[in-house]
């Protein structure tokens, strides 16, 4: 049976039967290919969500079908490297996460995995740069060879 | 000091000594109950390595394959590049390249990932020149199988 108690001329419920917050577990969402929104390098989101969320992107680049398969390709990805930031509400930005390739070179496939976490109301961003620190998304001879290879964002709730 | 209502002819107590809320957690070493899935393995295999989460919190996992160049008779050129794809309900959610010399003896792969209660989860290791479809897979010709389990320890949230 609730119980009520007389504020002004209102009686107010003061229990309930929900339980007090005591277990912390979450849900993933997806933002890889296929998926209804896909989220790539080099454009800002924000935690909109009311709850903390981890991101675990991977981004990379097919070398083959989006630069070549010589030895001029391969030098151009070797040792690139993802950088995630996130930028609080009063501006202030933080580096979280910094990725290198350091593989072998012959890989047909570039792929970086920052994983970091994003508070409430923060915005995050993850910029690929080749060895040479040159922004990828800059790059006039191959401006879409950064993809998306997968992409998840872990909600944090308390149960 | 407690307050109390009026209800149903009864006092009752309406002030409770709640706990604060914090995060906990306890570690469990899982390395000798789990294993990377061999996709070469028969179905019943495989599915043995598809675990789920039944602790009915959410856990970290932090598993570690890898591959004894050495021990399994293989080449500098064989394991170099090699990496790992962790999933949780057949999704992607990390992945790990060994990004070290080729020379290192041992390839060892760390992956870290959620997992919700009641999901499953499991994790594939591939060769370098991917299409997701060169899988390392199968034992030597010892009968050891070639991508063992290093660590993999479970954080479960309390």
Redesign the interface.
């Known amino acids: 049976m609730p119980i009520r108690i007389r504020e002004g001329n209102t009686w107010k419920l003061i229990a309930n039967d929900s339980g007090i917050p005591s277990i912390v577990t979450g849900t993933y969402s997806y933002y890889g290919p296929g998926e209804s929104t896909e989220k790539v390098a080099n454009v800002t989101y924000t935690n909109n969500t009311s709850k903390l969320i981890h991101v675990s992107a991977t981004i990379g680049i097919d070398r083959n079908a989006s630069i070549g398969s010589g030895q001029n390709a391969k030098d151009l990805i070797a040792g690139s490297y993802v950088l995630a930031s996130i930028t609080s509400p009063q501006n202030v930005t933080t580096e979280v996460a910094n990725i290198r390739d350091n593989g072998n070179q012959n890989t047909k496939y570039l792929f970086l995995n920052p994983q970091f976490f994003v508070p409430v109301g923060y915005s995050y961003i993850i910029k690929l740069y080749d060895s040479d620190d040159n922004h990828w998304s800059d790059s006039t001879t191959y401006p879409n060879a950064v993809e998306t290879f997968a992409w998840s964002e872990f909600k944090f709730e308390l149960q | 000091m407690a307050v109390h209502?009026r209800?149903?002819g009864v006092w009752?107590n309406?002030t409770f000594d709640?706990t604060p809320?914090a995060?906990g957690g306890t570690w469990s070493d899982e390395t000798s109950n789990r294993l990377y899935r061999d996709t070469s393995d028969t179905d019943i295999e495989q599915a043995k390595r598809i675990y789920t989460n039944n602790t009915?919190?959410?856990i970290l996992v932090r598993a570690v394959p890898g591959i004894d160049r050495v021990a399994r008779g293989l080449s500098t050129n064989d394991i170099?590049?090699s990496?790992a794809i962790a999933y949780?309900?057949d999704?992607?959610?990390?992945?790990?390249?060994?990004?070290?010399t080729?020379s290192a003896d041992k390839l060892r792969i760390e992956l870290?990932?959620?997992v919700?209660?009641n999901s499953e989860y499991y994790i594939k290791v591939f060769k370098?020149?991917?299409d997701q479809s060169q899988t390392w897979q199968g034992d030597d010709s010892n009968g050891d199988t070639y991508v063992e389990t290093i660590e993999w320890f479970e954080f479960t949230?309390?």
């Open positions: 209502l209800k149903n009752t309406i709640i809320f995060v009915g919190k959410l170099s590049g990496y949780v309900d999704v992607e959610v990390a992945r790990f390249r060994d990004n070290g080729n870290q990932f959620f919700p209660n370098k020149n991917h949230f309390q």
